[in-house]
């Protein structure tokens, strides 16, 4: 198969512009938006193979992997999740379907730079990354195929798709960065490694950083050892008497992006012949909140509304 070139979506150009032009500050949240996405890809693995056992080989370890290069100014981000087909690049990383998607372009271009930080509640936070980066590359293999795609753009108008070899199921997306220095900054091991635990410390699967090799006395190259960056166990597998009203906060301002409180939240644990946990958050607007909502418990006819969003125990 030769190299196809094919054309943005028009709302998928208004939103490469803007990111790519982008004044916001927090340019960090692009790492926040590929962990995130990779997790969602494990999620989907993982859920497919319970009716094909073929797609998650016994022993396969679900994880997310990544590592710089700060010479050749190279972020990878790496993941054994569902991978994607040709198809589903174009559906995926060459339009928008999701909606509400449209109102967000809109605020993003009248200056709303706040909305930048929900870009992944729209589904496309995977375009977060042309704010740093003047190139990608996504290869990948979907489970239970054989032949592997190269995805990649400038993010300008237009992105090629071609065959690439890969031996193993999921999606390797690497960024080359921008020339400037804010750009540069993100290609360090320290600079990784805080906005993974700031942001994603809570993901259920290993993230693992990988450091590049350094030269010792005899100019040899040594490589080191890899580090798993979210040690926190996922709250809902834990008991309730454990976390602390503290902890249940911080994550839900982790998974909302927001910096208010949750009004209230529900932590459970059932055994049957399935066993689950769970972990509902409640997020209401203020006059809910004084109507009986207090202290992170509902109270009265509060009781019965139904929550905003839940996350169910892996």
């Known amino acids: ?27 960090e949240i692009f790492l926040r938006e590929l962990v995130s996405n990779a997790a969602d890809a494990l999620d989907k693995r993982r859920f497919l193979s319970l009716s094909n056992a073929d797609l998650l080989p016994q022993g396969t370890q679900l994880r997310i992997d990544i590592s710089v290069n700060k010479e050749g100014k190279r972020i990878v981000v790496e993941d054994n999740g569902i991978g994607m087909n040709k198809e589903d690049l174009i559906n995926c990383l060459g339009t928008i379907a999701r909606s509400g998607t449209k109102n967000f372009i809109k605020n993003l271009k009248e200056g709303d ?37 190269l ?63 350094t030269k010792n006395d005899k100019g040899e190259l040594e490589e080191k050892p890899e580090e798993r960056l979210n040690e926190k166990q996922a709250l809902w597998r834990q008991s309730e008497k454990e976390v602390t009203e503290e902890q249940y906060k911080d994550f839900y301002n982790v998974i909302s992006h927001e910096a208010d409180e949750p009004a209230a939240w529900s932590h459970s644990h059932a055994e049957g012949s399935q066993e689950f946990w769970s972990l509902v958050r409640f997020a209401w ?15 009265g006819p509060a009781a019965a509304l139904a929550p905003l969003c839940a996350r169910r125990g892996r």
Do not use: C
């Not at 054309?7 to 790519?20: A, G, H, K, Y």
């Not at 990354?129 to 293999?141: G, H, R």
């Open 1 to 27: 198969m030769a190299t196809e070139k094919m054309e943005f979506q028009t709302e998928v150009r208004d939103m490469l512009n803007l990111m790519i032009n982008s004044l916001y500050s927090n340019k």
């Open 285 to 299: 607007p203020e006059a809910l909140r004084e109507e009986g909502l207090y202290h992170g418990r509902l109270q």
């Open 151 to 213: 995805w990649a753009s400038e993010g300008t108008g237009d992105f090629e798709i071609s065959e690439a070899p890969r031996d193993k199921v999921g999606t390797k997306i690497t960024l080359y960065l921008k020339d400037d220095e804010d750009a540069g900054d993100f290609a360090s091991d320290w600079k990784i490694k805080d906005i993974v635990q700031k942001y994603s410390g809570f993901v259920s699967y290993g993230i693992y950083f990988h450091p590049e090799a």
């Open 113 to 149: 730079k706040g909305s930048v930080d929900l870009i992944g509640q729209f589904g496309v936070g995977f375009y977060s990354v042309f704010m740093v980066a003047k190139k990608v590359e996504v290869l990948t293999l979907k489970a239970g195929e054989k032949q592997g795609y």
